[in-house]
């Protein structure tokens, strides 16, 4: 990262400073718009939101602990053709992660964005986050989840807790909140040529990154093994036939993780075809063979080949948990069988965009020690 420049915060309030920022990118001749969550309501949740007007930003609060949806799918449509003007889309490190693997599927282009990436200090999810924000006002309960968090004292969702990359790669501007005092600035630094131009351009102080790449560190070995715990946990839960049955028995085919998944894109899910639509001798048949038959039918194997689709692009953002209408802990379960599928072509998705999906490629030298066995 070649500049480092510095946010100050006037007042202790690091969100109004983030949101100026902002209207100093907007103010530039190349961004026409910003991609950023926003509280537009008194009570919401901050969305996604395409911004135009700099005076709208002050709704702008990408620091909030809350996490709705992945924005990934959102900014591939905003980039899936010519839009004619540059976006800055303001991003989590899962979800530039998860924007880059749908890029190298076609689904979105990195030619008119500028990735503003986060240092992830976590979220809550959807339930945990209303808990915590209560009645407050939206922006005094992100400053105080700031303060919780540096001194251990914010439960983050479960994915957060075992997320090993609260670090963005890939994006052209890092805000680097690990380790930074957010009474008084916060690094700023550019990540790629694009952001460099954007940057001087934006006439800021220099400054250090102070203590950010051991606030890093400390952090991301705390998540690992809480990541491995929870590998342990589920693998001992899931790991026969019965067990997963157990596991997803909660399963009502609503589909809503598929629905919540960044990088599942199909226009037209197989689970949504008439080949799933059985007949009623069907069931009735299925049912005289058992004797009993669990209905909704269908719901393991619904799960199992979302895994065989996704386990190589799954990024643990753990939306898949968030949209489960019945606790069922997905994000758990795919993260588990992806990093089994991703060690073995040692592949991380969203690491870099020049290389491509393992099964969209053949190598003759693959999994020589299989192919010796079959021989």
């Known amino acids: ?26 103010e530039s001749e190349d961004i026409g718009g910003v991609l950023v969550p926003m509280h537009l309501f008194g009570k919401g949740m901050p969305m996604p939101t395409l911004v ?14 809350a996490f709705p949806m992945n924005s990934a799918k959102l900014l591939a449509r905003l980039t899936r053709g010519q839009a004619g003007e540059r976006i800055a ?16 599927l076609n689904q979105g282009s990195i030619d008119d964005v500028i990735l503003v990436g986060l240092d992830c200090m976590g979220a809550f999810d959807n339930v945990g986050y209303k808990a915590f924000r209560g009645d407050r006002d939206p922006f005094e309960s992100t400053l105080d989840f700031h303060k919780r968090v540096g001194d251990g004292g914010a439960e983050i969702a479960p994915a957060c807790m075992a997320c090993e990359h609260p670090a963005p790669e890939n994006a052209d501007i890092v805000l680097g909140l690990a380790g930074a005092d957010l ?20 006439g800021l102080s220099e400054a250090e990154a102070g203590g950010r790449a051991e606030a890093l560190k400390a952090m991301v070995q705390v998540r690992t093994a809480s990541r491995d715990a929870m590998f342990e946990r589920t693998r001992a839960a899931t790991g026969t036939l019965t067990d997963l049955s157990e596991y997803l028995s909660s399963c009502v085919n609503c589909y809503n993780c598929r629905v919540a998944c960044p990088v599942c894109y199909c226009k037209e899910c197989v689970f949504n075809t008439d080949v799933f639509e059985h007949k009623p001798w069907q069931y009735m048949g299925w049912a005289k063979r058992k004797g009993a038959l669990k209905m909704p039918t269908d719901t393991v194997f619904y799960h199992l080949t979302r895994m065989a689709h996704m386990s190589m692009a799954c990024v643990g953002c753990g939306q898949c948990s968030n949209a489960c209408p019945n606790d069922i802990p997905v994000m758990e379960l795919f993260r588990t069988v992806a990093a089994r599928t991703q060690e073995s072509f040692d ?14 490629v053949f190598k003759e030298d693959e999994f020589q020690d299989a192919v010796s066995h079959m021989a």
């Open 347 to 360: 592949y991380v998705p969203g690491r870099s965009l020049d290389e491509p999906p393992p099964l969209s």
């Open 1 to 26: 990262m070649a500049t480092t420049a510095m946010i100050r915060i006037d007042g202790g309030n690091p969100i109004a400073a983030v949101q100026e920022f902002l209207r100093g990118l907007m």
């Open 183 to 202: 009474s008084g600035h916060i690094p700023v630094m550019a990540a790629s040529p694009r952001g460099e131009s954007l940057l001087l351009g934006l």
């Open 52 to 65: 135009t007007d700099p005076a709208q930003l002050s709704g702008a609060d990408p620091l909030a602990p």
């Open 89 to 104: 889309a303001v991003m989590r490190p899962c979800e530039i992660r998860a924007f880059v693997e749908l890029v190298k």
